[in-house]
């Protein structure tokens, strides 16, 4: 119990110490650790962040961020969409929740820059508040499972709500696991916090991102890790070890079952996700060629996306969209135009259809969207990001860059406020530019 007062005295005083040093320090702070809470709660942090930043504005600390300004330019790129947009409520409506495309960059080029140090504490508190998070969450899901007894509180979406969305949150999970992971010195809390996370990102059962999860973790050991020659191999052993316990058992290998099944034999049959009927499996080749489909077909999670591939392309052959897409958030009707035309399910009163599901995937969502001016600044972000991690040699900055362009193949996490927030804030924090007087 002294232990962990001392601790918070001390959190305390270096908190109050740095927001002394950064008007905006403990807000930033506050913005990252409310993504995954309400939306208004997070609403209301970047509003007192950008209000902070204004009363503690002089011009002296003003620059351009040659790094920061694609954010902003993609901002203005998204609003002058309304003036093609096929949905213009659905524009405006977008435009409200890319807000912080906007205001977060110009905040950050406002304000003092972040040191390096101040930068490993945002994440350094930002990686505890996401583990106490994941306390709640397992808590909760513990509580559930006693009254229920449905051991599928623990996995996906039941683990942390569909709102909240399970393969988001584990992008969450995963930055904060590996500031646990490779702190150079680790206590035994930090190691078993690290352990928590590990175990939470699996139970999460995001095919993509567990894969990329452990091949990081593996890169790192290989590469980064500073352990002797036999401990590194041995670690890398039990971890491999561990990770196909995990992945072969229950809920989890059902998931990564599904995608082998679906391809491995062309209408697949499986009755697990059929009522009356049996469900027929969609494979890939299914999903890029097969003209029509019926009620009863299923597509696994990679099937999907390559379907989705597909109609973005005829898309592209069948209106002039290359430049200008469809307009910011306008893509809705199209996509479902094309699901009524190849006959996918469109749900009913138990079951959520395909017609109306966006493209999940970022770089098509904004190519379909804004144009190819908007997937090329989005390349150039990612590009900027991957380089500028990788020339710091910060392996937390290497994995959130690795992991947001393995993100954008599968999932349109732009799409979301919390995608919006939690990208455009650690990608300003952490490409903010570096001088010699900033490297303390």
Known sequence: MESTYNYLKIAYQELKFETKQNPSFLLLLFVLISIPLSYALNGIMIGLFAVITIISFKKLNFRIENNLVFPVILYFLML???????????????????????????????LPRFSNLQKQKIISYYSYGMFFFVIYCISKATIRYLITGDNSVFFYHELVTEDLNAIHVSIYAAIAFFYFYTKPIKSISDRIIALIMAIFIFLLSSKNIIVVFISLVLFYQIVFSRKEQNRKWITISLFLFASLTVLFSGKIRDRFSIEFQSNKMEGSVNSDFGNDNSTHIISINQAWTQKTFQPNDYFPGTAFRVYQIRIFKEMLQEDPIFFSGYGLNATDFKIEEKGKEHKVFSGDATHDGYQKKNFHNQYIQFFAEIGIFGLLLLLVMVFLNLKNAIITKDFVRISFAVLMISLFLTESFLSRQRGIVFFTTIYCLFNTRITQKNLE
């Open 80 to 110: 002058l969409s309304i003036t093609w947009s096929g949905d213009i409520n659905a524009t405006l409506k977008g435009l409200s929740k890319t807000l912080p495309l906007l205001v977060i960059p110009i905040c950050f080029m406002a």
